[in-house]
């Protein structure tokens, strides 16, 4: 089981382009998360996914922020025209069809906004 | 407004001593609570977690305390070592399915030799 997987490890963009990350989630594992972590506001909440179905975006800032789960071994963020204040740790995380929440994360994709 | 929050933001302990971190939240509806671990570069981990029906839970040298009424909790690292230095998430939820984590802002534990 090779966890959680997140790519690419890091991608720096300028301001006002796109950036796509990936996530591919455990094998199994019917739910999937996105967080963003930063020093100052910790881990943030952005989405989740169940069976591919979006669940919950209240996390999501509306205009620039798109995730999407075309199938079960894959989920996408996109964020476009990318500012400065999206430079974070994006981090999703996959579980299991139970009530334990327990959630598994990938390592995260650094996203640096120059 | 942060429903979860946590104290101190570090910490410094010499090895073999117990280190106490503490987590405080608002909504009296959760009823999960796990604390999450977390070193550089890698993504948050589980380590524990406790119910709100419990008032202690406890893993190896990891014990969690649970006060319902004071909507507090507190990890407790006995023994610490070197290698349990990282930063600590406690995080929260309704204990009903796929209800997202809410989670502080952290604590970051060093242990000294």
């Known amino acids: 089981n090779a966890g959680v997987i997140q790519t690419p490890r890091h991608k720096v963009t300028g301001k006002g382009q796109e950036a796509t990350l990936w996530c591919e989630p455990i094998?199994?594992?019917?739910?999937v998360f996105w967080y963003r972590q930063t020093i100052v506001q910790g881990l943030e909440f952005l989405t989740y996914?169940?069976?591919?179905?979006?669940?919950?975006d209240s996390g999501m800032p509306k205009e620039r922020f798109s995730a999407q789960m075309p199938n079960q071994s894959h989920s996408t963020l996109k964020i476009q025209s990318t500012q400065p204040q999206d430079s974070a740790v994006y981090l999703c995380?996959?579980?299991?069809?139970?009530?334990?929440?327990?959630?598994?994360f990938g390592a995260g994709t650094r996203l640096s906004v120059l | 407004q942060q429903q979860v929050r946590q104290s101190p933001q570090s910490l410094t302990v010499w090895e073999g001593e117990t280190a106490i971190l503490n987590c405080s939240y608002e909504?009296?509806?959760?009823?999960?609570f796990p604390w999450y671990q977390q070193f550089p570069g890698e993504g948050p981990a589980l380590l524990i977690a406790i119910r709100s029906v419990s008032d202690k839970k406890e893993d190896g040298g990891f014990t969690i305390f649970f006060n319902k009424r004071e909507k507090n909790l507190s990890l407790h690292i006995k023994d610490s070592q070197p290698g349990d230095s990282a930063t600590y998430f406690c995080a929260a939820s309704r204990d009903s399915g796929y209800n997202k984590l809410t989670f502080g802002k952290g604590t970051v534990l060093l242990v000294s030799p």
């Open positions: 909504n009296s509806a959760f009823d999960y």
């Open positions: 996914f169940r069976n591919q179905a979006p669940i919950d």
């Open positions: 094998s199994g594992h019917s739910a």
């Open positions: 995380a996959s579980s299991r069809d139970n009530s334990q929440n327990t959630l598994y």
